[in-house]
């Protein structure tokens, strides 16, 4: 089963190939595909986590990376996640939005209650969120890696709080950090329980590393996990040095924005006045874009376009507009 909606045109070259996880499905914590690598020592608990949606490939590749190296935490514990495995695993290059998701958006699901709520509709992700929702809700430290639909520069989504702005700029990634809720239609996994509280000790990055298919985003997946991985303190400072040795750093710059207003799509004839592509930098006042007969402006002196989409039905996010946090630079 697919949903209709996501059957719209690809116009991008798929340069990646997604790795085979079959050896990966039977695991030691008793959660299909969900991997825990325990050093035996105290420390955190790190979750990295892939295939959120099942046609972003780098997060996955980044995870096959790190089990064939066999690298191992020195201390606390790890654990490694591939997770809408069903639409992944039904990934057709030659149709490659169809398989975002199987029934519904597996990184909408993560608000109060709802994992719990035995009256929805028991889709595929709804199942497969409540398998892994436990181990999820354990750990410390979160790293959800994602793509985009379109080419733009790639962006560190540090959540709501100052305590994940700070996080990114520990994790030292030169890519933009971007401070925002999400989307009105469901929380993110990245929001969910205390990554989102002030007073949790608790922290969690979503990264978006590039155009879906893009031989680079699989590259800044890798780098990002590895500099995470570092932060968090559960492996060697100099962990995967060869892989720098291998590839130049990236370096988008570092600015913190904030999401100061979210466009959700109301009807079915929402258009953009352009072809965005993410991250323009747009005069207060210019047209970005109408929902039926209601015009859509750039709110702020400096509007920041953020992840404009593709898929432009109502109740969704046709696109997020910020600022840059001038107290950052």
């Not at 089963?1 to 790795?19: A, G, I, R």
């Not at 190296?69 to 201390?75: A, L």
């Not at 039904?90 to 608000?111: H, I, K, Q, S």
């Not at 592509?277 to 210019?286: A, P, R």
Request: contains cysteine.
């Amino acid at each position: 089963m697919n949903d209709p909606k996501l059957d719209y045109t690809n116009e991008f070259p798929v340069e990646l190939v997604n790795p085979d996880i079959s050896a990966y499905k039977r695991s030691n914590t008793g959660i299909d595909y969900i991997i825990s690598l325990d050093s035996g020592f105290s420390g955190p608990h790190v979750f990295i986590s892939s295939i959120v949606h099942g046609n972003e490939p780098c997060g996955a590749l980044a995870l096959d990376w790190f089990l064939k190296n066999d690298y191992r935490p020195i201390n606390g514990k790890l654990t490694l996640g591939f997770m809408n495995i069903e639409a992944y695993l039904a990934f057709d290059p030659l149709n490659p939005n169809r398989t975002r998701w199987v029934e519904e958006d597996f990184n909408r699901l993560w608000g109060s209650g709802v994992l719990e709520d035995s009256k929805r509709k028991r889709t595929s992700e709804f199942i497969r969120a409540n398998e892994v929702k436990n181990i999820v809700s354990e750990v410390d430290y979160l790293l959800d890696i994602h793509s985009m639909q379109k080419p733009c520069v790639p962006l560190m989504m540090a959540g709501m709080l100052n305590k994940g702005i700070d996080f990114a700029l520990d994790v030292a990634m030169k890519m933009p950090i971007i401070s925002d809720s999400g989307h009105n239609e469901g929380m993110r996994m990245r929001d969910y329980l205390g990554f989102s509280k002030k007073e949790s000790h608790k922290n969690a990055l979503l990264v978006e590393c590039g155009q879906h298919w893009a031989k680079s985003s699989e590259i800044v997946a890798i780098e990002t996990m590895i500099r995470f991985l570092r932060t968090t303190s559960i492996m060697d400072k100099n962990f995967a040095d060869d892989f720098f040795y291998k590839n130049k750093p990236i370096n988008f710059g570092n600015d913190v924005l904030k999401v100061g207003k979210i466009i959700t799509i109301k009807s079915e004839n929402f258009t953009f006045d352009q072809d965005w592509q993410g991250f323009e930098k747009l005069k207060k006042g210019t047209l970005i874009g109408r929902d039926n007969q209601e015009d859509v402006y750039a709110p702020f002196k400096e509007t920041t376009l953020i992840m404009p989409s593709k898929r432009l039905f109502p109740g969704k996010t046709a696109v997020r507009l910020a600022y840059k946090l001038d107290k950052y630079s």
